[in-house]
């Protein structure tokens, strides 16, 4: 093992270069205008898995393709399934970004640490290769695997993942994996690895309200008509009351409470509501007053509104009631909260709410259930122990409000558990411009699958 | 001038082709990327104002330029001066135009009447060629004109007319007219002509919140940071309170009471609810609760939200939680409300709604007042008449919801009245996709002009 992270250090900058080509290629799952790049990056990780053994394939959906690859060579250790995805999110506003979101580069940040941006260049592209990365060293160095390895990189992760449980039921009888690691997490803090161990599901919906039946100008029509804006904000005004409790009937049932030991336990590792909302600018936790922000981010439900649009929006002013406006509305869920009934009991809330002479159209996208991963165990304990030895920092147990669906698919399918173990941070601007991933997180990170992987071997399956 | 009425008849055809030509140029004014197109329309102008005997040239101010012209020949009659605006609307939602907004075209209606469709038929480059096409036919005709005209025509009336103050002031001296007419209104209906004698103010407002200071995961940090969106949602729907009065301290400071006399009088004319409502898809009217729908748009203020935008509005779906989030919010105003004290008390009624730990950002767009023009007097009688030879109805006197903040410019500027002479009808969809303007609109409208001008010739000044 001590070649293989030899090998890691001293061939870095190579495995950097792989790692700029994947991200240079505009995977965005979202804008189907973007097929064709994720099908390109399909392609990029099919030929880099063969060339260290895996024998690999890309697999038709009806949307973006799945890779599918395993290890060729025999081993007896168990069979680990590792799950990541190379689909990413879209990139506007584009004026944000210092540079082009798909022409990565290196930068030296404040403390004088290298960082590497780009678009996906956390989520997930920089996290996926950490552990290919980990796989090709131990090959290029060894000739071998330590434990058989699937690896499924799926193209619609930021985009509703709705093509994946089918493919996972169709591999259920051919494939019979021990247990499953992902790798698009952070850390608990820039120095202290975590696993994390609770996952919020998600549902969202795009709510369109419709009032006139064409735009109207709002001169000779302002105060009597309806405009579908105002009906709107009232809408999402509703959705909260003044307890920041969210009002749709049923809403919290399935909800657990959250153990005493674990809320203070995050205090300890210094998850203040300052410290978590300073950086971003902000003072005081929103949302459920009865809760701290971490609490509210890990292990509460929420109602988020992550769009919104009507009339006129360009520059200047335009006098006009439009037609219709819309909004883009996601549920993260707890414990047992059911998704589907949730999508039911929001539809029905505005349906209700609306005014009679107006109407309203849905559009779904994704529904998954909050995911819970045992806090105990032999293979835990492994991974624990192995992230702190390349860390040096006890690793913590921790919850993230980011859904990531396929562990409730995985446990579905094959019966079997997720580990999280993800080395970004809370600072890399995921989901926004100037995306980051520690140049430390990725090498280390690089570091700690070849550890996990070695640690693994002689687990009992 | 029965020849004249017959020289209209007859030349009709190529009054529409002028008409045409006019509405191929996109003078959008309110989109930077239209300013040559701005200036396209008002050499149009200048040159066609020039073929029959006007001297006319194009003013520059700091926007787009004004066309001012005048009549070459001596006359005895009094000196008017009409205003109108070669700018038009922008055109989005584009999707929703049966053709191209800047190709017009004449298409039969359900009712078999020629109809001429295109961006600015209507409002207001149809109505302004009523005017200038009676201008035309005079001159072609007799080689005269029955009174003094001066024509100033403007290109920001859509987007805020910010320019046009100045330069009326810099005319002060000069132009010394007796009166002004404005052909920017509608009918009382498609066969009742009208005379619009109360015009709403305008105040338009920018709002952006800023909340984070970036774009967030709404995974990580969903519930816990602040949503400028919900923040957005919040402060619109707060706007109103449950009988639809608008909550801003003293906002209706100044408004009038309405006679009970002008009441019943809409009624007479068939002003229902229903009247109003219904051609646009709608029932119930919004807004107060205590007024009907006509009594709302021609002498109620008004709180409109003409556009919102925040997040992601794309295809699919992002789970972000923005930065910031705007909207953009117009104010009708009638009788003495004051535009200035508007705009500070809605300012500090949202720096009071938001949280601390937000900002805001406000751009001013515009701010007018009400306008009134007197009930009676000679000259309205001798309009009233002219309109009731053409027409064939008496001729009503009504309100406005639009705003037409050039009345209160002219009366500071040269002490006179207005009378608003408009032809357009309720449903010819100005500022919104496929404008129309009825061909009986431009014919009658033409030779209603005509009529006026020559009922003007005696009046004493």
């Known amino acids: 093992m001590e070649a293989v992270l030899k090998y890691i250090d001293h061939e870095l900058s190579d495995a ?101 941006f780009g678009r996906g260049s956390s989520d997930d592209k920089g996290q996926i290769l950490t552990f290919l990365e980990a796989c090709r060293a131990i090959y290029k160095t060894t000739g071998q695997f330590p434990v058989k390895i699937t690896v499924i990189l799926e193209g619609e992760e930021e985009s509703g993942g709705e093509h994946l449980p089918d493919f996972l039921a169709s591999q259920k009888e051919s494939l019979r994996p021990d247990m499953a690691f992902i790798c698009d997490t952070d850390m608990a803090t820039p120095d202290v690895p975590a696993i994390t161990a609770m996952l919020r599901g998600l549902v969202g919906e795009e709510v369109t309200i419709h009032a006139a039946n064409r735009d109207l100008h709002s001169g000779l029509y302002g105060n009597a008509a309806r405009n579908p804006i105002q009906i709107l904000s009232e809408l999402i005004a509703s959705l909260r009351d003044g307890q920041g409790r969210v009002t749709i009937p ?50 509460r439900p929420s109602c988020e509104i992550n769009g919104i649009s009507g009339g006129y929006e360009g520059p200047g002013f335009k006098t006009v009631i439009p037609a219709k406006a819309s909004a883009k509305i996601s549920f993260r869920l707890v414990g047992n909260q059911d998704p589907l009934k949730i999508r039911k ?117």
């Open 16 to 116: 950097l270069d792989r790692l700029f080509e994947l991200l240079r290629i505009p995977s965005i799952s979202a804008n189907p205008a973007h097929a064709q790049d994720c099908r390109k990056a399909a392609i990029w990780l099919k030929d880099y898995l063969e060339s260290f053994n895996f024998s690999a394939k890309i697999c038709e959906t009806p949307g973006h393709p799945i890779v599918m690859a395993q290890t060729l060579s025999e081993c007896s250790g168990p069979h680990i399934l590792f799950y990541g995805h190379y689909d990413v999110q879209p990139v506007d506003p584009l004026d944000l970004w210092t540079k082009p979101p798909f022409e990565p580069y290196i930068k030296q940040n404040e403390q004088g640490e290298d960082v590497i």
């Open 250 to 299: 049923d809403f919290y049932e399935g909800v657990p409470d959250i153990p005493e030991a674990i809320r203070l336990k995050w205090q300890d590792i210094g998850k203040t509501n300052d410290a978590l909302l300073s950086p971003i600018g902000l003072k005081e936790a929103a949302g459920e007053k009865a809760f701290k922000a971490i609490e509210q981010t890990w292990c």
């Open 345 to 461: 009991n929001f539809r029905q809330f505005v349906k209700d709410f609306i005014p009679k002479d107006c109407s309203v159209e849905f559009e779904p996208h994704g529904a998954s259930r909050a995911s819970m991963v045992s806090l105990e165990g032999p293979v835990l304990e492994k991974v624990s122990n192995a992230l702190k030895d390349e860390w040096q920092y006890e690793t913590a147990i921790v919850g993230s409000g980011g859904a990531i669906p396929v562990v409730g698919d995985l446990q579905r399918e094959f019966g079997i558990e997720s580990f999280l173990v993800g080395f970004a941070n809370v600072d890399d601007c995921i989901h926004s411009p100037n995306e980051k991933y520690n140049l430390r997180s990725f090498h280390k990170g690089i570091r700690s699958w070849v550890r996990i992987l070695y640690a693994l071997r002689d687990v009992n399956t």
